[in-house]
């Protein structure tokens, strides 16, 4: 069992920035793939960002180029570096470790953007 707890979010400007965290309870293995999603009022959840596995990187659209995401197995922890940030990105984000056979997520952390 795997606990991921998000820290990070808050209240910020339009064209400020966030990092977000993610701390895992047990040990994150190069193989793991994780990332985060994003819920905003009214909408699905929507992927963000995630790490298949240690070595790639993708990214949502909507952030390419303004989100980078990182992880730090030695600490187990991952990361969402957000700059130039939008009010449409505003919500709730969770992080998420896929081990295939289980998914863990975090409780999630608020974002909001005012213009």
């Known amino acids: 069992q795997v606990q991921l707890v998000e820290s990070g979010g808050g209240l910020v400007q339009a064209g400020g920035s966030l990092r977000l965290s993610c701390a895992a309870s047990?040990?994150?293995?190069?193989?793991?793939?994780m990332g985060w999603y994003r819920q905003a009022p009214g909408n699905e959840r929507e992927w963000v960002a995630g790490t298949p596995s240690g070595d790639i990187i993708r990214y949502a659209d909507s952030v390419k180029g303004r989100f980078t995401i990182s992880r730090d197995n030695a600490k187990n922890t991952m990361y969402l570096q957000m700059n130039s940030l939008k009010p449409e990105d505003t919500g709730v984000y969770y992080c998420?470790?896929?081990?295939?056979?289980?998914?863990?997520w975090g409780q999630g952390t608020q974002v909001t953007v005012s213009s």
């Open positions: 998420y470790l896929d081990r295939h056979i289980s998914v863990y």
């Open positions: 047990g040990s994150i293995r190069s193989i793991d793939s």
